[in-house]
């Protein structure tokens, strides 16, 4: 089974703080995904990552794949209260019958 | 522009009833998924289908059926709801399997007594 595993699961934190979150698998990637679900609403991509070592910045967000295609992580510089929501990391290119997307960390970000 | 639309967007079940939910796309998505998605557990795969008339069992199958007779259209079935369903089920389509984004509907609280 690849399973991809979120840490942390919860991250409250107050506004202009940064904060890190990871996804990590055993298992090698064609590619990752993350995506942002903001409550009574289905998830909406913020990024996808294909090549190892690959960083891709978006406004106060900055996404790494690791260089092997194992892991990712997602910076958030100077957190805002809009950037409260479940974050959820999906891999992609791996077969359908296993787990893809991670658990997910839920941020809260306190004015 | 609807991108993926789910009906309904709630209901209540009594244990043993059956229904179906409906998801629509007009993106003319080949790929479409059906997700359940409970606290701590993220969006596990119910079914997935690569085209019109074909579908594929993902991680979580057990008692749900789904059908993709029309391109646009993913329904999924339970034949006999039991209180381990209640969850909140999404939708969802792509172009293709690989590095193409999931397109997501507002999902459909399901809720089983």
């Known amino acids: 089974t690849q399973l991809l595993e979120q840490s942390p699961q919860f991250l409250s934190i107050q506004e202009g703080e940064n904060l890190t979150v990871y996804c990590n698998s055993s298992?090698?990637?064609?590619?990752l995904q993350w995506y942002r679900q903001e409550p009574g609403e289905g998830p909406v991509l913020l990024v996808t990552?294909?090549?190892?070592?690959e960083v891709k910045k978006l406004k106060r967000l900055t996404f790494q794949f690791g260089d092997a295609r194992k892991d990712s992580s997602l910076h958030i510089t100077a957190a805002q209260p809009g950037d409260t929501g479940l974050y959820l990391c999906y891999a992609g290119g791996t077969s359908y019958g296993k787990l893809t997307f991670g658990q997910g960390t839920i941020l809260t970000v306190h004015p | 522009n609807a991108g993926v639309t789910q009906t309904p967007k709630f209901r209540v079940l009594k244990t043993g009833q059956s229904m179906t939910l409906l998801c629509a796309q007009d993106m003319n998505h080949e790929y479409m998924y059906w997700y359940r998605q409970d606290p701590g557990m993220g969006l596990r795969l119910i079914h997935y289908?690569?085209?019109?008339?074909?579908?594929a069992k993902g991680e979580v199958p057990d008692g749900y059926n789904v059908s993709r007779l029309k391109k646009q259209n993913f329904l999924l079935g339970l034949e006999s709801a039991a209180p381990s369903q209640t969850s909140v089920y999404f939708c969802a389509s792509s172009y293709s399997r690989s590095n193409q984004p999931q397109h997501f509907g507002d999902g459909t609280r399901l809720s089983i007594l």
């Open positions: 289908s690569v085209g019109e008339g074909t579908t």
């Open positions: 298992s090698v990637f064609s590619s």
């Open positions: 990552v294909v090549t190892g070592g």
